[in-house]
């Protein structure tokens, strides 16, 4: 099976005084439309992201055309002896409660019946360990089928 993950952001909440309603900004746009430099952590393969195995081809961590709405996208192939590693740079330090926005989605590969399972962790620059890693959903949120994309939001925690 492989998660592929699209139109990744921050986003960030900016009260407007003078209508008296929140507004969303978005910033740190990436689309993955880009091509790919095929070099592995901890060299970018984009602007921020690093992964442990980037490929050309469709394996491991790769750039795959069924991103939403006919876009590319991120796409990861974990199997029993790969699990994919992405590390994402991010600066924050000019946004209000910034959170991480991303869609993604898994599809069959094979016949097995495991499901891919995502985690979220973080650390600051200055610290050199990251957080426990928490599960993105439950553990059957990205099973081996066909799905179609699904939105999520994370918080980045707070001293970050």
Known sequence: MCIFFA????????????YGHLIFRQT???????????????QE?????????????????????QGRNGSKALAVQPIS?????????????EFEEPKVQFWAR?????TGTRAAE??????GSSQTVFSSPVLLGSQME???????FSKYQIAIPEGL
Do not use: D
Request: glycine letters at 6%; a negative charge; proline letters at 6%.
């Open 28 to 42: 740190e746009i990436q689309r993955f439309e880009e091509n790919f430099q095929i070099v592995n952590s901890p």
């Open 106 to 110: 898994s599809v069959q590969n094979g």
């Open 118 to 123: 995502v985690y979220i962790s973080w650390k």
């Open 81 to 93: 002896t790969f699990n994919g590693i992405l590390t994402v740079s991010l600066s924050t330090r």
């Open 7 to 18: 139109i990744l952001f921050l986003k960030f909440p900016l009260f407007i005084p003078e």
């Open 45 to 65: 393969f984009l602007p921020g992201w690093t992964g442990n195995e980037v490929r050309s081809t469709a394996s491991r961590i790769f750039q795959s055309a």
């Open 142 to 148: 990205f099973p081996n089928e066909n799905q179609e």
